[in-house]
């Protein structure tokens, strides 16, 4: 008889566990699914300054370029990446227009890509001006302009506001700070920044473009002298990265002097071009 209540206060036991469990999970998935509807709501209630577009108009190239009809959709793709990404001064203040031209840098290498979302940022940080490897904004060894964040930094960017505003600036003078840690990110979308995206490399393109690369990488570093930004040797990742600026500011000259990486780097970034051809 012992033995019975013994059982039935334990099954009892086990019973009440359970259905406490089962609450707790029900209450997890409500209040993640709660989250979910209000991260989403708060994503389409987002709304740009309204000056939004003038300025991009004034200062952004690309959008310049482009017909009545993608600037539409360049500022929703801003819109939707302020909406989900953070950009915040570090000890200074930011202006409102400072977080369009990071969401602009963002959009423009993947504006052909409608469905494309950086899924490996959530926040960029703008520094007063340059800093060090260590994130440091004091000292001798501050000569770094942008950086993806690695380890404790994972899934955030660091610009040093200067830079960033100072690729907007001169548009053809193939230097955007902001556009080449973007560029950096999309290499590294596959899990490698190894200068190969390949979520923008068609399968038999990627052997062309490794050739080309390590190519221009040798002439390179051999002669110390190149239209492309020689920062471009220093690796894989680098060049990606360097002559990515190149394509978005500058276009005409680097069809000019390098057509081949012109042709690949145009299907990368521009696939659905018809007249595109490697
Ligand atoms: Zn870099």
């Not at 660091?158 to 907007?168: C, D």
């Amino acid at each position: 008889m012992r033995r019975c209540d013994f059982y039935a206060n334990k099954v009892n036991r086990s019973k009440t566990i359970f259905m406490w469990a089962l609450v707790a999970l029900i209450l997890a998935i409500a209040i993640v699914i709660a989250g979910n509807i209000i991260r989403r709501q708060r994503i389409k209630n987002f709304k740009l300054p309204a000056t939004t577009h003038d300025y991009l108009l004034a200062h952004v190239a690309f959008y310049k370029a482009l017909s009545d009809d993608k600037r539409i959709e360049f500022d929703e793709r801003v819109r939707d990446f302020l909406a989900r990404t953070a950009v915040t001064g570090i000890g200074i203040e930011i202006t409102e227009t400072d977080k369009v031209l990071v969401a602009a840098s963002a959009i423009i290498p993947i504006f052909s890509f409608p469905d494309w979302r950086y899924n490996n940022i959530s926040e960029v940080l703008l520094y007063k001006g340059t800093f060090d490897k260590e994130y440091h904004t004091e000292g001798d060894e501050r000569n770094v302009l942008g950086m993806v964040g690695s380890g404790a930094m994972q899934g955030q960017m660091i610009l040093s506001l200067p830079a960033l505003r100072a690729g907007f600036s001169n548009p053809a003078d193939g230097q955007n700070t902001a556009i080449h840690e973007f560029a950096h990110l999309i290499d590294k979308a596959d899990g490698a920044t190894d200068g190969v995206p390949e979520y923008l490399l068609k399968p038999e393109h990627i052997q062309p473009w490794i050739k080309y690369m390590h190519q221009n990488i040798i002439e390179m570093q051999k002669s110390r002298h190149s239209d492309i930004n020689l920062y471009g040797a220093t690796n894989d990742a680098e060049f990606f990265a360097v002559i990515s600026e190149y394509f978005f500011e500058r276009p005409q000259e680097l069809q000019q002097h390098h057509p081949e990486l012109y042709a690949l780097l145009d299907e990368m970034f521009n696939p659905s071009k018809e007249d595109t051809a490697v």
